[in-house]
């Protein structure tokens, strides 16, 4: 089993800058995959980013160049830094990972971008 608790979420301005935080109750060496979702009122969640084992990445079109996912092994942490915020960046993000094929979801964050 395996607990996943985000952070770093709030209220920023379009153009500003938030990085998030999943920590692991598991060494995330252990994890096939981490993952980063968004799900936005009204609309289906959506995968934003996610991490390899070994390190490949992958980004949504709507984010890449903007946001960079990351691991810290001995934090038991995986990040979302998001640079460059747009209105649309707004939503409820969720850290996934997935062990032994078994995914893992945290409680989720909330990220405002408004002026």
């Known amino acids: 089993q395996v607990q996943l608790v985000e952070s770093g979420g709030g209220l920023v301005q379009p153009g500003e800058s938030l990085r998030l935080s999943c920590a692991a109750s598991?060494?995330?060496?252990?994890?096939?995959?981490m993952a980063w979702y968004r799900q936005a009122p009204g609309k289906q969640r959506e995968l934003v980013a996610n991490?390899?084992?070994?390190?490949?990445?992958n980004y949504a079109d709507s984010v890449k160049g903007r946001f960079t996912i990351s691991r810290d092994y001995a934090k038991n942490t995986m990040y979302l830094q998001m640079n460059t915020l747009k209105p649309e960046d707004t939503a409820v993000y969720y850290c996934?990972?997935?062990?032994?094929?078994?995914?893992?979801w945290g409680q989720g964050t909330q990220v405002t971008v408004s002026s």
């Open positions: 991490i390899a084992r070994f390190g490949r990445t």
């Open positions: 598991t060494s995330i060496s252990s994890i096939s995959s």
């Open positions: 996934k990972a997935d062990l032994n094929s078994v995914n893992y």
